[in-house]
């Protein structure tokens, strides 16, 4: 049987990632994959109570998980895991992680990031040791508009030289702002890194079904 494993990473936050992983474990759902879901590290849960990522990646990988696998540490305070971690005087273990994950060996799984793809989650480890220990290829999540050559160079960067496999770029206009870089982003960045693949970007789509809907054929590339 094929497996797919991904881990879904950032340029940055906010830039579509909890989006572009709910739509992949949607597909491998759909594919009988029963895909595991991670989002091993939540922060900026101050309204609620709820990793309303983890909620999400559980719910449409089919709801087999319980969330404590889903997610291990979460945080109030919307900042990066290490740094809420001590504020918030809860360190987390990254063995402990690497775990939990290892849980999903030799079967289809998808982990999301938390904030950018070199966001600390302790005082050594970044979301991308987190794909280097697994093994684990990255989807990075570009936002499509002015500033993106620089993040997604600098990453894809950081990727080559700690030998992590890129399944696919994926640029996503996450505000409804257009802005005119849109138009230029995607050549310019497949043009210049030939080696990558770069998915279609995806435009801003306010209604979630549809949303969801251009998501999955677009990631069904990855299949
Ligand atoms: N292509 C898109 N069109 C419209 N809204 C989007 C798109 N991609 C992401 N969003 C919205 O942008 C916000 C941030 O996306 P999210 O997936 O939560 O980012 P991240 O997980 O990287 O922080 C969410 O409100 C999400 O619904
Ligand atoms: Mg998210």
């Given amino acids: 049987m094929t497996v797919h494993r991904f881990l879904v990473a950032g340029t940055d936050t906010g830039v579509g990632k909890t989006e572009v992983a709910c739509a992949l474990a949607a597909l491998l759902a759909e594919r009988q994959e029963r895909p595991w879901v991670f989002k091993p590290y939540e922060s900026g849960m101050e309204q609620s109570n709820v990793p309303a990522d983890a909620q999400a990646l559980r719910q449409a990988a089919g709801n087999w998980q319980s969330l404590d696998t889903v ?38 799984m998808v982990v999301e990031g938390a904030g950018g793809l070199l966001s600390p989650l302790d005082g050594q480890h970044t979301i991308a040791d987190i794909a280097q220990a697994l093994r684990l290829p990255v989807l990075l ?70 949303r969801l809907t251009a998501l999955k054929r677009v990631l069904s590339r990855l299949m």
């Fill in 141 to 210: 999540v570009a936002r499509n508009a002015l500033g993106t050559l620089n993040h997604t160079a600098l990453c894809l960067e950081a990727l080559r030289h700690r030998r992590i496999k890129v399944a696919a770029v994926l640029l996503s206009q996450s505000a409804a702002q257009a802005d005119i870089s849109q138009k230029t982003n995607h050549r310019w960045l497949s043009q210049t890194f030939t080696n990558v693949t770069f998915l279609p970007p995806m435009p801003f789509i306010d209604a979630h079904q549809k």
């Fill in 71 to 108: 997610c291990l540490y979460r945080y109030r305070a919307p900042l990066s895991p290490a740094v809420a971690a001590k504020l918030e005087r809860r360190p987390a273990s990254f063995r402990r992680v690497l775990r939990t994950l290892h849980q999903a060996e030799g079967a289809s």
